[in-house]
């Protein structure tokens, strides 16, 4: 069981670049979410999606674009890497919102020179 | 006030002891409550639901207090391979239905 899939799992970036991160889940969950994770901060919600087609803004949603076309899909954008976006970054999927179970991805590290 | 708020240790503590972690949160509309566990460098994983009746699941103990809005997990007999990072969270349901916020973690070292 794949569970759920990010790719890539390490990237550098220059200032200005932009870049896709993709998460993909193979377990019909309707909810998908992207954290970003950095020391001292926890996990902070930047987007989040509660079905095909839906996305919401998290709490730190500024720099990032998201989009969920396929249910098993839910991709982050950064359309201009700055800096301060040097993070790591996971996907996560539940079969519902409230008292579900958030499956998780195993991270992207992205630095971003 | 932070909205979920959790002590970040570090914890060290010998094999065999019990530790107990404690967590608050902000919004008296929280419906649901977890704590996940974080292995170094590696993904957040759930370790157990928070029931407001308390629930057990072998060596770990979670409770719920909603007048205190206040969430504790106890581990008993500590192993080495306990350690790693706690994660408190709480959902607020409602209309920010499957908005998980997270706690920054408590960090668990135990030690030989």
């Known amino acids: 069981n794949a569970g759920v899939t990010q790719t890539p799992k390490f990237r550098v970036l220059k200032t200005g670049q932009s870049m896709t991160l993709l998460c993909a889940q193979d377990?019909?969950?309707?909810?998908m979410y992207w954290y970003r994770q950095d020391p001292g901060m926890g996990l902070r919600l930047i987007h989040y999606?509660?079905?095909?087609?839906?996305?919401a803004k998290g709490e730190v949603p500024d720099g990032y674009n998201v989009s969920r076309l396929k249910k098993q899909n839910f991709l982050l954008g950064l359309e201009s890497a700055a800096p301060s976006q040097t993070s790591v970054y996971f996907c996560a999927s539940s079969y519902s919102g409230g008292g579900t179970e958030a499956f998780f991805g195993q991270g992207t590290r992205l630095t971003v020179v | 006030r932070k909205e979920v708020e959790q002590d970040p240790g570090p914890f060290n503590v010998p094999e065999g002891a019990t530790v107990a972690f404690n967590c608050t949160y902000s919004n008296s509309a929280s419906q649901s409550f977890f704590w996940y566990r974080q292995d170094c460098r590696k993904e957040p994983k759930l370790l157990m639901s928070?029931?407001?009746s308390g629930n057990e699941d072998g060596r770990f103990t979670a409770q719920l207090n909603r007048a205190s809005q206040y969430i504790s997990l106890l581990i008993r007999d500590s192993k080495l391979s306990d350690s790693a990072t706690y994660l408190c969270v709480v959902n607020l349901g409602g209309g920010s239905q499957g908005n998980l916020i997270f706690g920054k973690g408590t960090k668990l070292s135990v030690k030989p």
């Open positions: 377990m019909n969950h309707e909810y």
């Open positions: 999606s509660v079905g095909e087609g839906t996305t």
């Open positions: 928070v029931y407001s």
